[in-house]
């Protein structure tokens, strides 16, 4: 493999000599980070601002950068998140010291569970404070790098100017090196508000290391698929974030081998195509089918607790697991283990298997889609099915949607047709709360041509009622949809069915419609039988809308219990 391009050096005009020596006054540290992050092609960012952080925020208003502000810093921080997701770019998130900073854990920790490239830039105490002697500085930690350390990729401080370019880079290489992922920055306040005479910041270079399969590795897996009798196939979200679903199905073609996707994976295969098991990865007619496979092809997924059907999961045949997370490799299953990208592992697997034709393995399909729609259709819960149904008819084809911790959405994982890679997001890597609507405005913010869908309950949408206002100033849009069922309605269900009552999970709740008519933005309340009516048309209309669904919905029965 080739790293000329990093032996290249830019030659420099006489123009840009002269301006390097010479550079324009006033400018700060915080001028640094601005002009850096643009070197490194960044476009939007987003954030909060902060006593300690003014001085970037001085700087952004001299920048070409766009700004998305939202009113908490995880919500930011979801943002962040979803325009990383859509665009596969590398999304800056700027948060001020303590406070600020840790109110952005959460959404860091989504963000590392969901492989998305989110730099967080967080100002610090001045420098004199540092050391974890107790200065009584506002917003002082002993060791604020120590809070995000667990939960991102990599970590980097800056103590002088003159590092800010090389830390800011450095963290973009490791967000955008697979696995992609959040990483943190910390600069003190005195180095971002000083002002410096270094040179403008121009061309900077970051690329992300590509993680390769190894040839000999490739040659097994390949040997196992061409050999196969019952061969199938996990995907998950390595395959979407990879933009190899296409790759995918020329593999599944290729071998006939049947394709189910993890909830994270929704959209890398065809939902109606004939080797498709869909996504009812939490269906024991699933869990049996690929227990039954006697060589299992996984591909960017670990196979953690929902994708394996909360660990039932027994593969008796050999698996193969192709994981850019060397960590994920081997950690719930023996396999033989393939540390690659999904495409560059796909792309060359693909040239190395035999076809094998099996023209009962689509019978086969045929007949587990057959046995799961049997069995949910014996619980009688048709309401739900026709809400997933609803939903689907009403957002267009390509545009994004966004799915909180909330009944419907645990529907949707395993129910709707993500119709495009890339398309369907939800917060199940880590499950927290409060995640749909302000992933939908980033993702808006990432690309204002399309619509796009935020589903949540009414539990979670207290979280990030706030950024109702942040949809307005910016004119996103994006469609809310609130399921108010009066409560966390998956934790009663949780609770009913483990203990037999509940506590806890009851919840006063605003007048939604009223709540959002108050922040400007246009709200319906509707029923059932007019949603998909109304959602299509909310998200017809340019800017923010709300649309209220009182529902009391139920989950399928699990079958891992």
Known sequence: MSHDHHDERPE????????????????TGGDLVVETLQGLGATTVFGLPGQHALGIFDALRRSCLDYVGLRVENNAGFAADAYGRITGEVAPLLLSTGPGALTSL???????????????????????????????????????????????KSVH????????????????????????????????????????????VTAMDATPREVHARPELVAVAAHLLSNAERPAIIAGGGVVRSDASGKLRALAEKVDAAVVTTYG??????????????????????????????????????????????????????????????????????ALGIHADARDALSDLLEAVTPREDPAAAERVTAVLGRVRDRIAAQELTLEQDLVAAVRTALPDASPSFWDMTILAYWAWAAFDARHPNTMH????????????PAAIGAAAADRTKPVLAVSGDGGAMYSIAELATARQYDLPVTWLIIDDG??????????DAFGETSATELARPDFVALAESFGVPAVRTSPKTLADDLAGALARPGPSVVVLPALLRMFASTHL
């Open 487 to 496: 409560g966390y309605g998956i934790l009663r269900e949780y609770m009913t």
């Open 157 to 200: 401080t800056v103590r002088t100017a003159s590092q800010i370019p090389s830390a800011i880079a450095a963290a973009w290489e490791s967000a955008l090196t697979a696995p992609h992922g959040p990483v943190w920055i910390e600069i003190p306040q005195d180095v971002l508000t000083a002002v410096t005479t270094l040179p403008v």
């Open 12 to 27: 420099l005009t006489p123009a840009q000599i002269a301006a390097a020596l010479s550079p324009p006054p006033g400018r």
């Open 106 to 152: 959460a959404a860091l920790q989504e963000a590392a569970s969901a492989s998305a490239p989110v730099l967080a830039i967080s100002s610090q105490i001045p420098t004199a404070g540092l050391g974890g002697g107790r200065h009584g500085y506002l917003h002082e930690l002993r060791d604020q790098k120590a809070s995000f350390r667990d939960v991102v």
């Open 265 to 334: 994976g929704k959209g890398a295969f065809p939902w109606g195509h004939p080797l498709s098991l869909q996504s009812w990865i939490e269906d024991r007619h699933t869990t049996d089918f690929l227990e039954d496979a006697d060589v299992l092809l996984v591909v960017g997924s670990g196979l953690g607790e929902l994708s394996s059907n909360y660990h039932t999961f027994a593969p008796r045949g050999r698996v193969v697991q192709i994981e850019a997370d060397a960590g994920k490799l081997e950690s719930n299953h023996p």
């Open 426 to 437: 939800s917060a199940q890597g880590s499950g927290g709360l409060g995640y749909a609507f």
